[in-house]
């Protein structure tokens, strides 16, 4: 647990620093929401796939009402990737696009099969982690270390502090440990067991 709190630390320091670096792409955003989506979906066996629909514009309707943001909605059982998220997550690497969409098919996985936390921010934490999972797993894809600190780097920039509100996600140091974590489990054998709350 020193270990994982020691490099929660040194992500979370780096990813302050590197957020004021440009960052070239290596992959287009369709090649990382494609890549990313059907690695998840080999990873449970293209069973409860939720659908995909990205480059979305901001406001757009959908059957859970306007979409401000990226999100998963229960009630179509759909994935949701925003224009506005793809162009920030690009600020700090393409590797930060594919923990956006790792990140809301897990709360699909937590609505398909019952498992998501009633408290907001435990249940986006798990999400968080559970995406660190997806992304270590995806078979054909491998995360170098400037991959994961591009993903440390938007989970630090997303957290909040807006303890009252029902939109609070967790802090960025929060967010950080929780998909390192989800990272790291899927590399040394705990996998998916790593997220349970």
């Not at 994935?79 to 997550?89: N, P």
Request: glycine share 8%; proline share 4%.
């Amino acid at each position: 647990m020193k270990a994982l709190k020691a490099l929660t630390t040194a992500l979370v320091s780096l990813s302050t620093v590197l957020a004021n670096i440009p960052v070239k792409a290596e992959w287009a955003p369709k090649a990382v929401v494609d890549g990313v989506y059907a690695g998840i979906q080999h990873i449970h066996g293209y069973k409860a796939t939720p659908r995909l629909i990205w480059d979305v514009a901001k406001g757009s309707p959908s059957r859970c009402g306007r979409v401000y943001g990226s999100l998963y909605c229960k009630l179509n059982h759909t994935v949701y990737i925003t224009r506005q998220d793809i162009q920030m997550a690009y600020h700090f690497g393409d590797a930060a696009l594919a923990y956006i969409v790792a990140h809301e098919y897990a709360h699909a996985m937590q609505t398909a099969y019952g498992f998501e936390p009633r408290i907001t921010p435990i249940s986006e934490l798990q999400a968080d982690c559970l995406a660190g999972v997806y992304l270590g797993l995806i078979p054909n894809i491998v995360f170098d270390e400037r991959d994961t600190l591009e993903i440390a780097s938007l989970a630090y920039h997303i957290g909040d502090y807006d303890w009252g509100s029902r939109h609070h996600h967790g802090t960025p140091e929060q967010r950080v440990k929780a998909v390192v974590l989800g990272m790291r489990s899927a590399v040394n054998g705990k996998s998916f067991a790593a997220c349970r709350v």
